[in-house]
């Protein structure tokens, strides 16, 4: 009876998934970069909502006792950032979608169509991403200025673009020489023109890869700081960066305020991650496996 219940026991535990302990080191790694990650983040959000004299008697990490909402509505009209996130937000908004439609167009162009020296073109584009925009500002300066385009949105959307394409052509590029070739084809054969092929098969194949630039286009340009520190001199236009450190060289001190500004400033950036995230590792990978 003992041995039949032996036999038993063991066919239970043969019958049972076996533990991956690689899987589980692996989650295990996962968790702690996750809370390496965020603490920060909800150190800043704690410290949001409490006061000067809380933030100084309290642990970093301790939730606020009585929580200052008043922070956001103070820091928002000392910092003046009703105009930061204005200029920003109109800056992003016809940047980000023109900065994409046009690498998305110069792509197809250099992996669908016979161009005399496409190579060369091709090489000479992503030569763009190799150079450093700081070693720029001074000649991009001296050009915007020479067309008198400071203080001004295309002032700093054109420059912005320029820098943005070869990185964007390169990942495009890549997906759109990994469409089979017979799809172009077959639509060339029934009269389709390229214009239309772009449109109708290339674009909306491409949605994974522009979901993800998107997403890192919007964060670089809502975040840029050097160029428009450069470009952008009249405080009436002024970015959310500018506008930030700004505040936080006036209101250092007032540490409940200064992170609830800069709260108000990652908030947007967050916010379209989560909308596209799901694009986001399929579309870098597609765009970067064949080119």
Same mark, same amino acid.
């Given at each position: 009876?003992?041995?039949?219940?032996?036999?038993?026991?063991?066919?239970?535990?043969?019958?049972?998934?076996?533990?991956?302990?690689?899987?589980?080191?692996?989650?295990?790694?996962?968790?702690?970069?996750?809370?390496?990650?965020?603490?920060?983040?909800?150190?800043?959000?704690?410290?949001?909502?409490?006061?000067? $004299?809380?933030?100084?008697?309290?642990?970093?990490?301790?939730?606020?006792?009585?929580?200052?909402?008043?922070?956001?509505?103070?820091?928002?009209?000392?910092?003046?950032?009703?105009?930061?996130?204005?200029?920003?937000?109109?800056?992003?908004?016809?940047?980000?979608?023109? *900065? &994409?439609?046009?690498?998305?167009?110069?792509?197809?162009? %250099?992996?669908?169509?016979?161009?005399?020296?496409?190579?060369?073109?091709?090489?000479?584009?992503?030569?763009?991403?190799?150079?450093?925009?700081?070693?720029?500002?001074?000649?991009?300066?001296? +050009?915007?200025?020479? +067309?008198?385009?400071?203080?001004?949105?295309?002032?700093?959307? &054109?420059?912005?673009?320029?820098?943005?394409?070869?990185?964007?052509?390169?990942?495009?590029?890549?997906?759109?020489?990994?469409?089979?070739?017979?799809?172009?084809?077959?639509?060339?054969?029934?009269?389709?023109?390229?214009?239309?092929?772009? +449109?109708?098969?290339?674009?909306?194949?491409?949605?994974?890869? %522009?979901?993800?630039? &998107?997403?890192?286009?919007?964060?670089?340009?809502?975040?840029?700081?050097?160029? $428009?520190?450069? +470009?952008?001199?009249?405080?009436?236009?002024?970015?959310?960066?500018?506008?930030?450190?700004?505040?936080? *060289?006036?209101?250092?001190?007032?540490?409940?305020?200064?992170?609830?500004?800069?709260?108000?400033?990652?908030?947007?950036?967050?916010?379209?991650? %989560?909308?596209?995230?799901?694009?986001?590792?399929?579309?870098?990978?597609?765009?970067?496996?064949?080119?």
């Amino acid at each position: 009876m003992t041995a039949l219940a032996d036999r038993a026991a063991r066919a239970f535990e043969a019958e049972q998934p076996r533990r991956d302990w690689v899987l589980v080191g692996l989650w295990i790694a996962l968790v702690v970069v996750a809370v390496v990650w965020l603490a920060p983040f909800v150190f800043i959000v704690f410290t949001s909502l409490k006061s000067t $004299a809380e933030v100084m008697g309290s642990s970093a990490f301790a939730p606020p006792r009585d929580p200052q909402y008043a922070n956001y509505a103070a820091a928002w009209g000392r910092g003046r950032f009703g105009t930061t996130v204005f200029n920003s937000a109109v800056i992003t908004i016809v940047k980000v979608p023109l *900065g &994409l439609m046009i690498s998305a167009m110069a792509a197809y162009a %250099l992996a669908c169509m016979r161009i005399p020296g496409g190579k060369l073109i091709l090489i000479g584009v992503l030569f763009g991403t190799m150079i450093p925009f700081q070693v720029m500002l001074a000649p991009l300066f001296t +050009l915007v200025n020479g +067309l008198h385009l400071i203080d001004t949105y295309p002032g700093v959307i &054109l420059p912005y673009i320029a820098f943005g394409i070869p990185y964007q052509v390169f990942i495009l590029h890549g997906f759109f020489r990994g469409i089979p070739v017979e799809l172009n084809e077959a639509a060339r054969i029934d009269g389709a023109s390229h214009a239309t092929i772009f +449109l109708k098969i290339f674009l909306p194949l491409s949605l994974p890869v %522009l979901a993800a630039l &998107l997403i890192l286009d919007f964060v670089a340009t809502w975040n840029e700081f050097a160029m $428009a520190l450069v +470009l952008l001199q009249d405080r009436d236009m002024w970015t959310l960066p500018l506008g930030l450190s700004a505040f936080q *060289g006036q209101f250092s001190r007032d540490y409940g305020q200064l992170n609830a500004a800069i709260v108000m400033t990652v908030l947007p950036a967050t916010i379209v991650y %989560l909308i596209f995230q799901r694009y986001f590792v399929s579309g870098l990978t597609s765009g970067a496996v064949k080119g």
